[in-house]
């Protein structure tokens, strides 16, 4: 049986906290470190790669990581990821070239990808029924609030140096250990044998698992979540100025209280469970997405546009725990690293293409009409989950 201590919880729930700060820890710094590196050419933009270069090797690398694990590797996957991450991580304090901390960051990304991984098929290993989800809700809202915290810790480091704020990947290194001696190696042979023994079965009774369709769906859905939620963090600041708020706290400010609106929607998610289908959940996060962006589109004050916010920050806070337990709940016990892994390339791939996709339309019409056709498309999405979700319920 998988016995799950609450020292074992608090490692596994502050390294999901960590996956956050891939990005959240440097970004404060982006200004002193391009001025640092102003005589190299395009200095700005490869400071700029810097900071997304990781997303898109998390995209490449946690399906993976899901193989990996799917080998019965998950405690070891977490230990070498987390270690990877403290490495690679704190070589901003001495690194002196812009090309080696895009490759240093590249491998920080691998670390990431094992970490986000591992910790989620482990919660799924560990856990079932309302446990399980009231696990991916805490994860959620840990990864949220960890967002926020990390941005103010490096924000204050980065009044005394650039390089402070790369201190804090050496949290990883610190974790490893107590991972080492607290995290168990999961034992899903039973599990595994109920699916091998119920597959090819045709009694209406048999245990049923996702195709690998339903998977790749739900790894869409979280896709076009992020690819829509990022436009926050990259597009904000600029519809700000357009306001005459030029602020970068301010900016900084709206971020942060929408992504604490994301942790308590996270939290809240296993008690919405009980009322609704996981479609129906869905359909109901990209519903405050809509009320979000459309209300971002015609916001005209700083304290409204905080207002629709956080209804994005809460819709997006509801998505993403929401298709991760859908994921763990319909993927096989032999295919979930994998299934688990897919749902991870897909947040970061989205987390990375946002203001690829974004830039066209901001380009030619404006961010205005970027966030009406976000706000609109997350409308008609919704209303096609919320309908999945009644015929369901009629079945």
């Known amino acids: 049986m998988n016995v799950l201590t609450r020292r074992s919880k608090i490692v596994l729930l502050m390294a999901s906290s960590l996956t956050v700060m891939s990005v959240s820890a440097i970004s404060p710094a982006l ?3 391009a001025e640092a590196f102003k005589s190299v050419e395009n200095a700005e933009f490869l400071v700029k790669l810097m900071l997304t270069v990781p997303s898109l090797i998390i995209a490449f690398f946690a399906p993976i990581a899901g193989m990996i694990i799917d080998k019965g590797h998950r405690k070891i996957l977490l230990i070498i990821s987390l270690i990877i991450y403290g490495v ?7 690194l002196e070239s812009l090309q080696q901390f895009i490759i240093a960051r590249a491998f920080l990304g691998v670390g990431v990808a094992g970490i986000m991984t591992s910790a989620q098929t482990l919660i799924a290993d560990y856990y079932m029924g309302e446990e399980r989800n009231r696990m991916l809700g805490l994860q959620g809202t840990f990864i949220s609030f960890g967002g926020v915290i990390f941005v103010a810790l490096a924000g204050f480091l980065a009044l005394m140096s ?16 107590p991972a080492y001696f607290f995290i168990h190696e999961p034992s899903v042979h039973h599990e595994k044998q109920a699916y091998l023994d119920n597959a090819g079965k045709s009694d209406s009774n ?4 996702g195709k690998p369709i339903h998977i790749a769906g739900i790894g869409l859905i979280v896709f076009t979540g992020m690819v829509f939620f990022y436009a926050i963090p990259t597009q904000l600041p600029f519809l700000l100025a357009l306001h005459g708020i030029d602020s970068p706290a301010k900016a900084g400010a709206v971020v942060s209280l929408a992504t604490l609106a994301g942790g308590f929607s996270s939290y809240a998610m296993p008690y919405l469970k009980r009322l609704h289908h996981f479609s129906g959940l869905g359909g109901r996060a990209f519903a405050s997405l809509s ?20 209804f994005a920050g809460a819709g997006i806070g509801l998505l993403m ?3 991760r337990l859908w994921v763990i709940s319909i993927a096989a016990p032999t295919l979930r690293g994998r299934s688990v892994g ?4 897909s ?27 976000i706000g609109c498309t997350s409308a008609l999405i919704a209303l096609y989950l919320l309908q999945s979700q009644k015929k369901l319920n009629n079945q």
């Not at 690679?88 to 001495?94: A, D, E, I, P």
């Not at 048999?206 to 698992?209: A, L, N, V």
């Not at 979000?292 to 956080?310: K, P, V």
């Not at 897919?342 to 390339?345: A, L, Q």
């Open 31 to 33: 200004p002193k470190i």
């Open 88 to 94: 690679m991580g704190t070589t901003g304090l001495y």
């Open 162 to 177: 650039w390089r402070f704020p790369f201190s804090l990947y050496a949290l990883a290194l610190i974790l490893a250990i």
């Open 206 to 209: 048999e245990i049923q698992y």
């Open 291 to 310: 009320i979000g962006f459309l209300g971002l589109s015609i916001a005209n004050s700083f304290i409204i546009t905080i207002l629709f916010a956080l």
């Open 321 to 323: 725990p929401s298709m």
């Open 342 to 345: 897919v749902i991870t390339s």
């Open 347 to 373: 947040l970061y791939l989205g987390q990375f293409l946002s203001p690829v996709l974004a830039q066209p339309i901001v380009g030619k019409h404006g961010i205005t009409i970027l966030y009406s056709i």
